[in-house]
């Protein structure tokens, strides 16, 4: 029903920017709380940001709150990831996932949601 599919990760120095994108597919794009989430090698894939069916429902994790902004554009069926002053230990796949389930707010939780992305590199030097 829905497939997701991420771009604009990179490689970046410390301190820098960057924007991720990712496209969603379907009419029904703005139904979907949507989330980000990040994996490093040898670690668990974890919560980064989600977005709410609203805009004015955002969560982040502690370690990225106050530098990655997460949005949407409903009318371009896009959610977008804007990562500010990154740091070494941003390095990751970063991975747009969709939860269709309605659910009182937005969830950490990577089992929530139902429809994920490929991935995007992101690495940031030192």
């Known amino acids: 029903q829905v497939q997701l599919v991420e771009s604009g990760g990179g490689l970046v120095q410390a301190g820098g920017s960057l924007r991720l994108s990712c496209a969603a597919s379907?009419?029904?794009?703005?139904?979907?709380?949507m989330g980000w989430f990040r994996q490093a090698p040898g670690k668990e894939r974890e919560f980064v940001a989600a977005?709410?069916?609203?805009?004015?429902?955002?969560y982040y994790s502690d370690s990225v709150k106050g530098r990655f902004t997460i949005s949407r554009d409903n009318a371009k069926n896009t959610v977008y990831l804007q990562m500010n002053s990154l740091k070494p230990e941003d390095t990751a796949v970063y991975y747009c996932a969709a939860d269709g389930t309605i659910r009182v707010r937005p969830s950490a939780n990577r089992n929530a949601y139902d429809y994920w992305g490929q991935g995007t590199q992101v690495t940031v030097s030192s």
């Open positions: 977005i709410g069916r609203s805009v004015s429902f955002t």
């Open positions: 379907g009419r029904t794009f703005s139904n979907y709380i």
